[in-house]
């Protein structure tokens, strides 16, 4: 438990670039942030690595930062949680070193290998019936046919670098990694389990499945201990308290994911109430009563870091890397702040302007296709660079509106009242408002950037003494709007035009790419 005079949160956000760390009060006042990037091993085939050690070395630098404005960060340090990427998978020894770099939830060299670990005949979307059957009931879901989650990607070390295979000690996620190199404990949490698909689901069984575990080839004894999102893991080693600068006392707690933590952030934690979450990728997400499923358009919920509570995951692939990539084309290289003001002055939208389909890395949903690729339909001489600007905001934020529309199906989704939106990308005032009109939906905005950072420092409000649950802590983040978009009546007009346009556009792009022809 914290001392006396232990009074804030360290909460460490890991993104796929880069780390936000916020100094986080019983308020749930952000007193001091800093972001570290680290960089991303992009190759042929899909490689898409990370080093370990990259991210430890910029949580470093960045409480070293963080300590000239806070010389009394240890004193007052009362835990340190993380919140990160998930579907990674870091091979590790007993001692927890890396045995390669981390195949990044990016990667998709794994995706034939995931095609055949989920194919045959007879088969229903991709999947053979006997398999799929299995997974549901076990899982509530099964392995992407991207190959991108954690079961294809071990599979791929396996077949690729049995040495290391047969040395791995444990395999991690992120965070898990993090955590190890904080305590020295090998632990994971449901999230990061759930998306093995190993593990089950089921109420009252949740735990690593060996039935699962042999169907994939993968023993489970290579696995993490599953631990609660806010149980205490331990305490900082002597070594990583003298790296990071902190005091060896300093609880370090289990932690969670990404998404789990955008979804504390959003204050959206009642059940069927779904918010966004738009950074280099978007998802929308909302805590459940029960299981969901929706194996047509591959999302489900999980177990989430708490309490295994169900947790809908609607993931796409691009959002802001998108945006990003259309910045770039069009111009020079950009910060994320100077990625928002790059859509201030791109002008009305025009009648004749291009539809850009935002499928940069593949797609998840409401299609699971990884060989999707982003398109300009309709350029011509005329189009200036406002216009792939602009085609590329609606772009991104009609491809979430193609999901949305589906989700929203979800039994107990709630279909009306604002909806909370978070992630850097929400930052963007212009895409915000594109989107209420989109989904014709009031969307409400926080502190857009640092919502991972707040729903992060949340999972410690019960060590801390801030509330009696995460959920009650959680729930007063609703507070902190910071603007409100309502839907423009004459612009909704002009979207559902444009969409059901791009719906036959949409419609005959992934056609193409299924042919057996395509690349």
Same mark, same amino acid.
């Given at each position: 438990m914290p001392g006396h005079s232990a009074d804030l949160v360290i909460a460490a956000d890991f993104g796929t670039s880069g780390v936000k760390v916020g100094l986080v009060d019983g308020d749930l006042t952000i007193l001091a942030k800093v972001t570290e990037t680290y960089p991303i091993d992009l190759g042929s085939g899909g490689r898409a690595e990370q080093h370990p050690e990259d991210w430890w070395a910029a949580l470093a630098r960045a409480l070293t930062r963080l300590r000239h404005e806070w010389p009394e960060i240890a004193a007052r340090a009362g835990a340190l949680v993380f919140s990160t990427q998930v579907c990674g998978v870091i091979a590790t020894a007993r001692d927890g070193t890396p045995l390669r770099p981390c195949l990044t939830w990016l990667d998709k060299r794994a +995706?034939?290998? !995931?095609? +055949?670990?989920? !194919?045959g005949f007879p088969s229903v979307h991709g999947y053979q019936v006997g398999k799929l059957a299995t997974w549901l009931r076990l899982a509530n879901g099964a392995p992407a046919k991207n190959g991108m989650d954690p079961t294809a990607k071990m599979i791929w070390i396996r077949e690729n670098e049995p040495d290391i295979f047969a040395n791995t000690h444990r395999f991690?996620?992120?965070k898990d990694w993090l955590v190890h190199r904080a305590t020295g404990q090998f632990t994971t949490s449901a999230e990061s389990a759930n998306l093995t698909w190993i593990m089950d689901t089921r109420p009252g069984r949740e735990d690593w499945s060996e039935a699962l575990a042999r169907k994939c080839g993968l023993p489970t004894d290579k696995m993490a201990m599953i631990v609660d999102a806010d149980a205490v893991v331990g305490t900082l080693t002597p070594q990583a308290a003298a790296e990071l600068g902190l005091d060896a006392?300093?609880?370090v707690l289990?932690?969670?994911?990404d998404v789990t933590a955008a979804a504390l952030g959003s204050g959206a934690v009642a059940d069927g109430e779904l918010h966004i979450s738009a950074a280099t990728s978007v998802w929308i997400a909302g805590f459940f009563p029960g299981r969901r499923l929706s194996v047509p358009h591959s999302y489900a919920t999980i177990c989430s870091g708490l309490g295994y509570r169900p947790l809908l995951i609607a993931t796409q692939e691009s959002a802001g890397s998108a945006m990003e990539w259309a910045v770039k084309l069009t111009g020079?290289?950009?910060?994320d702040e100077e990625l928002t003001g790059a859509f201030d002055a791109i002008g009305e939208s025009q009648p004749d302007d291009p539809f850009f389909l935002p499928w940069l890395a593949g797609e998840r949903v409401p299609v699971d296709n990884n060989k999707l690729r982003g398109t300009f339909w309709g350029l011509g001489l005329h189009h200036d660079a406002n216009a792939l600007r602009r085609a590329a905001l609606e772009g991104v934020a009609l491809n979430l509106r193609w999901a949305f529309g589906k989700v929203i199906r979800t039994r107990g989704a709630k279909a009306d009242g604002p909806i909370s939106l978070g992630g850097g990308v929400a930052a963007n005032a212009v895409f915000a408002q594109t989107l209420a009109d989109a989904l014709n939906r009031d969307i409400r905005v926080g502190q857009a950037r640092h919502a991972g950072v707040l729903g992060t420092a949340t999972l410690a409000a019960p060590v801390m003494g801030w509330a009696?649950?995460?959920?009650?802590?959680a729930r007063r983040l609703q507070g902190q709007t910071t603007a409100h978009y309502q839907p423009n009546p004459d612009r909704v007009d002009q979207l559902n035009a444009r969409d059901s346009r791009l719906s036959r556009i949409r419609a005959d792009m992934v056609k193409s790419y299924q042919r057996t022809d395509a690349p």
């Open positions: +995706a034939g290998l !995931g095609q +055949a670990l989920i !194919g991690l996620d992120v006392a300093t609880p289990g932690g969670t994911s020079r290289p950009v910060t009696d649950t995460v959920w009650d802590c």
